[in-house]
């Protein structure tokens, strides 16, 4: 995390072009070969920070209380993550919006961003999927070649698979919006806000709930 801290800090106080790989080493206090063996690229370098704010919305979406419904946890995640100061802080959140900004800006690092969505969206599937009545918990099944029990995750259904699709995009829609705009993080304009619009006018949409 601290090669990502180092090259985010290089991308927002220089810009990514005028950065290169050997700079963020140096700054990490690192060798550019120890930099290769973790990170192909200089864009790469920060997927780990963009990995943790994703890590930390579907986490929230996960430890919501068991009795809300999908769209109530899905609101709750949203005012733990997005809102400044529950999980960041108004100054991260500048740096959030530079390096979203710039990953508009740059296909390279649009790709990485990318990734690390579809990813998160990954994960939020299984996480409904435990969260379902009908897909929670684990299915004991025999061992081909042991003939133990073996317990194996639920089979995401596909329509679990859109619903986290659409859910990921309400958040990172919400967060692109905000990142072109200069309003502050918290507030009516905020990340935290326009993500709650774009999940309220889902309206009846099915989140996969019997």
Known sequence: MEIARAAAALFVRQGLRATRAEDIA??????????????????????????????????????????????????????????????????????????????????????????????????LAEILAERSPVSRGRTDSADPESGDNVARPPVIPPRLHFAAAVAGAAVRVAVESWSTTTSPPAGPTGPAALALQNLEALGEFEWGEE
């Open 26 to 123: 140096q700054a990490a206090g690192i060798a550019p070969r120890t930099f290769y063996r973790y990170f192909a690229s200089k864009e790469e370098a920060v997927t780990p920070l963009y990995a943790a704010g994703a890590q930390l919305w579907t986490q929230a979406v996960r430890e919501a209380p068991p009795a809300l419904t999908v769209p109530e946890a899905l609101r709750h995640a949203v005012h733990q993550t997005l809102t400044p100061g529950a999980a960041v802080s108004a100054s991260s959140w500048e740096w959030v919006r530079t390096l979203i900004r710039l990953a508009d800006a740059s296909p390279a690092l649009r790709k990485v961003w990318a990734e690390v969505c579809q990813s998160s969206e990954k994960t």
